[in-house]
């Protein structure tokens, strides 16, 4: 095989669910790009991973040091809404119902994979609220045990400051869902947290 | 959201069956990796986009003029297999049991997507049969509509050819597939070219 073809498809399979047989469909792909639109999107992942930074106050992703939503003047300082991971900031932010900030923690407690809460931002998040101004603190974190597990970390650490309510997300059956295929724990929560229809 | 990430989204997006939700995934895959392993990724593909070839000879992709397995003097210059495109070469590279050389010709004759067999390396095809040596032709190309354009095409252009023998590759059911799950296509081609067990 030829040697330029054998390394763009090593180094397509490196990427997570992309086996040889989707490599290779890929490398075939490029070939029926224009030239220029292959080199634009392999510059701008390269320069992706050497540029991106970390928002100094949030952890969000961003092209300066601080991001733009911690940036913004508009937005609530007041409510702080905690996440694991950018994608999750994302998926609310498509929503446009929230003003407030975040704090992206990049990740859960987590003793199987090693991973301590001082791998995570969360010195960052007290350090932040005992600037003061908080109000409330979302907490919009995953059921996982891991999840769990760090949520109770980081309500312990927040009784230092008794004046910020801590919230959690609210868990139920999803719109569109069908309760034939809803897990029963999520049931179990939707049942429990019942509210009167008005 | 970051500009470096939005761009890096938006690129990966362009690829096939990539969606939003997994060019996000693969972007932060890209910052879990080692700078310089990325890097190392995206100088490949561009490589591969910039200086890939195709053979002269048997349309194969290729590093040099002349790909490897033409170039390869042990192999059997009597038999040419004639395959749509570089992947199947590929696949039958894999088992190990070839030893003729190929030819590639780049798509199969398709009047709907206005791909006409002056678009396929055909000519190419015929020219290297008419330079003389060849003894057979195996044409291993899929059975769609198109394929079979392309295949009556190709046998039509190798009458020429009267003492070149032209053969296609089998068709049955393939080893490990259920009966019950065969279109009968298939079936019907595998009863009627039934062999005596020996």
Redesign the interface.
Known sequence: ?????Q??V???S????IGRR?A????????K?E?E????????????????RHCAQCN????EDI??ICADAARDRSTICVVE???DL?SI?NTHQYRGLYHVLGGVISPMQGIAPSDLKIDLLIENIARGGVREVILAISTSVEGETTLFYIMNRLRAFPDVKVTSIARGIGFGDELEYVDELTITHALANRREVE
Not at 24 to 31: C, E, G, K, Q, Y
Not at 37 to 52: H, N
């Open positions: 095989m030829s040697r330029l073809l390394d763009a090593n180094e397509l490196k990427l997570p669910g989707t290779l469909r890929l490398a075939m792909h490029l070939l790009m030239r639109s292959v080199l634009q999107m392999t510059e701008s992942l390269a320069r992706f991973r050497t540029d991106i969000n992703l961003s092209d991001c733009p991971q950018v994608g994302l932010e």
